[in-house]
């Protein structure tokens, strides 16, 4: 249970305010359609991206075992994270 929680808490707070989020908010404000369309299609949409995240993991952490696989993930949001900065001093 302990595992569940925290792969919950860190997956809910990256998703806040993210471009996903947005973009199903601007739907559900925008589609004449009903309300749960637009849960049900974006919770099928992110649990399909999910997925797809899990296995491309497990396929990694099975070909890079004896890497430190937190250590890359944390170089990689740092890298990212340098990359978005970068882009916003340009005015991207």
Do not use: C, N
């Not at 009903?34 to 995240?53: D, E, K, N, Q, Y």
């Not at 250590?71 to 970068?86: H, R």
């Amino acid at each position: 249970m302990a595992a569940f929680a925290t792969i919950f808490l860190s997956v809910f707070l990256a998703e806040l305010g993210d471009k996903t989020q947005l973009a199903t908010l601007l739907y559900s404000g925008t589609t004449p359609k009903s309300p749960r369309l637009v849960f049900f299609a974006a919770s099928s949409a992110l649990v399909a991206s999910t997925g797809i995240a899990v296995a491309v993991g497990q396929a990694a952490h099975a070909k890079l075992a004896q890497w430190p696989t937190k250590l890359i993930a944390g170089i990689a949001f740092i890298l990212i994270g340098a990359w978005m900065i970068v882009a916003h001093l340009r005015g991207a």
